[in-house]
């Protein structure tokens, strides 16, 4: 267990639809990623946030944001959900300053998306 | 752009073979690179990490060598067991972001 929980495991949304994903971070830690993992493919990096701003952020449309709570929990919002965002969403959290990536990341273990 | 490429894609061995998985990167420029594994639509388990001033790191049965100036990483796995099977994902980290390969999906036969 990494102390990294993500919330829900699963979820089933209908296109068009809205949904937010949860995150809660490894006690200690100030940095929360996501990552989007199709199957079959290697997760791909949607943003980062370091102490509550975005720290940067992935090839994804603006539909995708994030909040990161003064506890440095996280949220993923998705507005207009499509099929294709069909995938499983990675929560990570890490210790770092704010120009540097250089320690572990742990990693939640996943919430399965599946937009019908 | 980093690009992390993993060979094989899969592998299917007997139990107690040891292994050899290859993860290679374009740019040479890295902090730190990493392997985990993922068992079916599971979470990501870090395995090993590599800062990119170290040569290599082992953590029981596992032994994990960078070589950054050739892009070039490999996890040894000694006397592989069925629990070993899973897949293997190794990732590069850059300025605020983790790249990850495809992985290697390795199956360990009793």
């Known amino acids: 267990e990494t102390g990294v929980t993500q919330s829900p495991t699963h979820l089933i949304k209908t296109r068009g639809q809205q949904v937010t994903l949860r995150c809660s971070s490894q006690s200690g830690h100030n940095t929360v990623s996501w990552y989007q993992q199709a199957l079959g493919q290697g997760p791909q990096f949607i943003f980062q946030?370091?102490?509550?701003?975005?720290?940067g952020r992935g090839n994804f449309p603006p539909r995708f944001s994030g909040l990161q709570f003064p506890n440095y929990s996280s949220e993923l919002n998705v507005n207009a959900l499509e099929l294709d965002d069909s995938a499983l969403y990675l929560c990570a959290s890490s210790l770092e300053g704010r120009q540097t990536m250089n320690t572990e990341a742990f990693f939640g273990q996943g919430t399965r998306l599946t937009v019908v | 752009k980093q690009e992390v490429t993993q060979i094989p894609a899969a592998l299917s061995v007997p139990e107690g073979e040891n292994l050899v998985l290859n993860c290679s990167f374009t740019?040479?420029?890295?902090?730190?690179l990493q392997w985990f594994r993922q068992d079916p639509g599971k979470g990501l388990t870090s395995l090993l990490l590599i800062q990119s001033s170290q040569r290599e790191q082992t953590s029981g049965r596992l032994n994990a060598s960078l070589d950054k100036s050739s892009g070039r990483s490999t996890l040894y796995i000694a006397a592989s067991q069925p629990g070993d099977s899973a897949t293997y994902l190794c990732a590069v980290a850059g300025f605020q972001k983790l790249v990850f390969g495809t992985g290697t999906r390795l199956l360990v036969s009793p």
């Open positions: 740019d040479s420029a890295i902090y730190n």
């Open positions: 946030y370091y102490r509550e701003e975005e720290n």
